[in-house]
């Protein structure tokens, strides 16, 4: 596609419910990332894959959250038993290079996730 | 530890006025630097990048200014337009340790009509 695309855009959810969240990177893409934006707040790093390996994982605030990208393209962010502080948006991105943050990013528009 | 901040974090600027965006950062060891720009609604988008090995790099209508004795960096925009509004981030990244970049807490940028 044109560009990181992301889905679902908007996500409401009860508490203790498991979500997923699905991003595909522009086509090609060796690297992509995973961060999570809190309301007013910088993106914060979650995790990074290098085609189908995860080289850091070293963001994900808990073992309730689980990021996958078995082929090397889309990825899946998996949040089990959500809780209200997992409410942020989602933002994935994807970059060519290899060089995982140093090559330029492309971000998606994002994943709100709404945790009632 | 690693931080990268805003000293502002709102600026107002007139139509046609330059701008300068500031941001501090912590860590000597950084030495990749780039300017994001986030709409409502929207992702981030790269702007421009400097590397450690350079103090300033243009390009268009945008200026990044890197000085690593007070672990200083700072965007320019010159004859700002009402499409520059947004929340821009200063982020870092250090070689040779990991992947990931580390992103400050954001200025927004308001043109004054």
């Known amino acids: 596609g044109a560009g990181v695309s992301q889905s679902p855009r908007y996500k409401v959810a009860k508490r203790g419910q498991d979500v997923a969240l699905r991003c595909d990177p522009i086509s090609g893409h060796v690297s992509l990332f995973w961060y999570q934006q809190a309301l007013g707040q910088g993106p914060e790093f979650l995790t990074y894959f290098q085609n189908e390996a995860q080289l850091d994982k070293s963001g994900l605030p808990s073992d309730r959250f689980f990021a996958e990208r078995p082929e090397g393209s889309v990825s899946t962010l998996k949040i089990q038993r959500t809780q209200q502080e997992d409410s942020a948006v989602y933002l994935c991105a994807s970059s060519q290079s290899g060089q995982g943050a140093r090559g330029e990013l492309f971000f998606g528009e994002g994943s709100r996730l709404t945790v009632l | 530890g690693e931080s990268v901040g805003l000293h502002l974090p709102t600026l107002s600027v007139q139509e046609g006025d330059n701008s300068i965006i500031n941001c501090a950062y912590s860590n000597s060891a950084s030495d990749y630097f780039i300017w994001y720009k986030q709409e409502s609604g929207k992702g981030p988008q790269f702007i421009i990048d400097i590397r450690s090995n350079m103090d300033k790099r243009q390009g268009q209508r945008v200026t990044v200014l890197l000085n690593k004795t007070v672990k200083h960096l700072s965007l320019q925009i010159a004859a700002t337009q009402p499409g520059d509004s947004a929340v821009y981030f200063c982020?870092?990244?250090?070689?040779?340790?990991?992947?990931?970049?580390?992103f400050g807490k954001g200025t927004r940028l308001h043109i004054l009509p």
């Open positions: 982020a870092e990244n250090i070689s040779n340790r990991d992947d990931k970049i580390i």
